[in-house]
């Protein structure tokens, strides 16, 4: 298993500002996951982040608006970059479990942005 | 592209009674993993129970089981004696060959006292 440690839990911004997410995770893992949950939906992956190259992102899903940063095996950013009220979400890191029965998703506790 | 596709967006049940969320799945892959989620309040991703698409035997976790139809793809949640505790969203979830985690839209289970 692993244990994820994200930060902030919470915040409210203003429109057009930025807020970086960080997310640390207690052992070395290949990739990282970002997803972002908005009020009452399910989870979206925004973007796949794996140390030493570039974040893949999902189909709607942009580095301008999304950057990714990963350097080094335990720990992730997540930039929402000049927000909107559209952005106003929680915004999850996970990583992958890797052992056999350990084949689930491991959660941070997420980040419930409002943007104002 | 893998789907996943919950039907239910809410369901209730009495207290201490028996209750079973759907899940369907649309995927090439002959290996996979299935999973539910539950997701209180908190916020915080719980897991239920997962189950291993090579494994033919139903997966159990105490009160929760699945009935896991391969051919059909259909991967469906049975709580049994529900408790207060149980209320919450659930989410059905895929795990592809490339590690990603598709998940259905959830359904919000309501527990009546």
């Known amino acids: 298993s692993a244990v994820i440690s994200q930060k902030p839990s919470r915040d409210i911004c203003q429109r057009g500002t930025s807020l970086t997410i960080q997310c640390q995770v207690d052992?070395?893992?290949?990739?990282m996951f970002w997803y972002r949950q908005q009020p009452g939906q399910s989870l979206t992956l925004i973007a796949t982040?794996?140390?030493?190259?570039?974040?893949?992102?999902e189909s709607g899903f942009v580095i301008d608006k999304f950057p990714i940063s990963r350097p080094n095996l335990t720990f992730s950013t997540l930039t929402v970059s000049n927000m909107s009220p559209e952005d106003s979400s929680i915004y999850l890191c996970?990583?992958?479990?890797?052992?056999?029965?350990?084949?689930?998703?491991?959660f941070g506790q997420g980040t419930r942005l409002t943007v104002v | 592209a893998q789907t996943v596709t919950q039907s239910q967006p809410e369901m209730s049940v009495q207290e201490a009674e028996t209750v079973t969320l759907s899940c369907t799945y649309d995927?090439?892959?002959?290996?996979?993993?299935l999973f539910w989620y539950k997701q209180p309040p908190s916020r915080q991703m719980i897991l239920v129970i997962r189950?291993?698409?090579?494994?033919?035997q139903n997966a159990t976790e105490n009160r929760f089981s699945v009935n896991f139809q391969k051919a059909a793809k259909s991967f469906s949640l049975k709580i049994s004696d529900s408790q207060l505790g149980d209320a919450a969203m659930y989410f059905c979830?895929?795990?592809?060959?490339?590690?990603?985690?598709?998940f259905g839209k959830g359904t919000r289970l309501h527990i009546l006292p």
């Open positions: 996970s990583v992958p479990g890797r052992s056999i029965p350990n084949t689930e998703a491991f």
């Open positions: 052992s070395q893992v290949t990739m």
């Open positions: 982040a794996n140390q030493g190259s570039e974040a893949t992102y």
């Open positions: 995927t090439s892959e002959s290996d996979y993993y």
């Open positions: 189950q291993e698409a090579y494994k033919q």
């Open positions: 979830a895929y795990r592809s060959r490339d590690d990603k985690i598709i």
